[in-house]
Nanobody, 126 residues
Framework: QVQLVKTGGGLVRPGESLRLSCTTS????????VGWFRQSPGKEREFVTA????????YYTDSVKGRFTISRDNSEKTVNLLMNSLKPEDTGVYYC???????????????????WGQGTQVTVSS
């Protein structure tokens, strides 16, 4: 079974940066789509970003373009999310998710992902 471990998160001030990592218990993330979603109280879980491992194609929601970067790790077991220029609106619980069988039209759909890590709180506040 695939198990996802997420590291990172915490309390930061606006304009600062934070790095999240998602690691698989499988041999590799090869053939997977790996993404991040976030959720604030009272809101639906929303898509943030994703990467197709094999091709390195990346996808971002408009609100994080130019600030967040998702990337593969050379170990083939880890996906990193670097969040720069953080804003209070980025606050929420962030979840790593992965799936082997997604089509492009489902990349931003939480229900399409089979594997989920434990959420980690990201709080951006002065």
């Amino acid at each position: 079974q695939v198990q996802l471990v997420k590291t990172g998160g915490g309390l930061v001030r606006p304009g600062e940066s934070l790095r999240l990592s998602c690691t698989t218990s499988e041999r590799t993330f090869r053939n997977f789509v790996v993404g991040w979603f976030r959720q604030s109280p009272g809101k639906e879980r929303e898509f943030v970003t994703a990467i197709k491992w094999n091709s390195r194609h990346t996808y971002y929601t408009d609100s994080v373009k130019g600030r967040f970067t998702i990337s593969r790790d050379n170990s083939e077991k880890t996906v990193n999310l670097l969040m720069n220029s953080l804003k209070p609106e980025d606050t929420g619980v962030y979840y790593c998710a992965a799936d082997q069988h997604l089509i492009q039209s489902s990349i931003a759909t939480a229900a399409a992902y089979d594997y989920w890590g434990q959420g980690t709180q990201v709080t951006v506040s002065s």
